[in-house]
């Protein structure tokens, strides 16, 4: 027992600031006490421009449906493109890098630019210069498609779509992507001819 009032006083002091300052640590420290944080929510993510080209719910597609169907695919605009061409025989093969680069109505082919004969009028008179088969032949009334289906080949999804020619079987893949026409090839029978792959 402390007798000097003074510092028995001194000692009940020191001993509730003490007290009072566990307590404040107690009350502070729970997390009923924090305050609450609400952090925003982000946008779900949206796809580039070049992912919004033929974005739309696919529609059906059959043999009696795919004109309609590859008409509803638009290619972009402007677009860079980098594929390969081999040409099959009995007796080998040859192939050939190409980098096609198309802005409105002209196109660099290996660095060649040309123009567009009938003034941007025409993707498959582009598609002619670039020396690659265009899709747009299958929108041909005359042409009839054997062959149509959603595809997934090459790593990616596709409308595949087949048909026979005066002498070669013709087969596209067109990018549900981007709309433009990746792989195509061409068969004399069952034996291939002709390959078109866009590089990765």
Do not use: C
């Not at 000097?4 to 001194?10: A, C, F, V």
């Not at 509803?72 to 677009?79: D, F």
């Not at 004399?188 to 866009?198: H, I, N, P, R, S």
């Amino acid at each position: 027992m402390i007798s000097n009032p003074k510092l028995r006083e001194r000692v009940i002091i020191g001993l509730v600031i003490i007290l009072l300052a566990m307590v404040a640590v107690w009350y502070f420290a729970s997390p009923a006490h924090y305050p609450s944080i609400h952090l925003a929510e982000l946008p779900p993510q949206q796809p580039s421009p070049t992912q919004l080209v033929n974005i739309a719910p696919r529609a059906e597609v059959n043999p009696e449906s795919a004109k309609a169907v590859a008409a509803t695919l638009s290619r972009p605009g402007s677009y860079v493109m980098n594929y390969t061409v081999t040409i099959y025989w009995e007796s080998g093969e040859f192939s050939q890098d190409v980098e096609l680069i198309v802005s409105g109505n002209s196109i660099t082919v290996n660095g060649d630019e040309y123009t567009n004969p009938n003034g941007g009028s025409s993707e498959s008179a582009m598609d002619a210069i670039a020396g690659i088969p265009t899709y747009e032949d299958i929108l041909n009334p005359e042409v009839s498609i054997d062959e149509a289906e959603y595809t997934e080949a090459f790593g990616s999804m596709y409308l595949r779509v087949a048909y026979q020619g005066l002498l070669y079987k013709h087969v596209y893949y067109i990018s549900l992507n981007s709309g433009l026409l990746e792989h195509a090839r061409k068969y004399d029978g069952a034996k291939l001819v002709y390959a078109m792959d866009v590089s990765r």
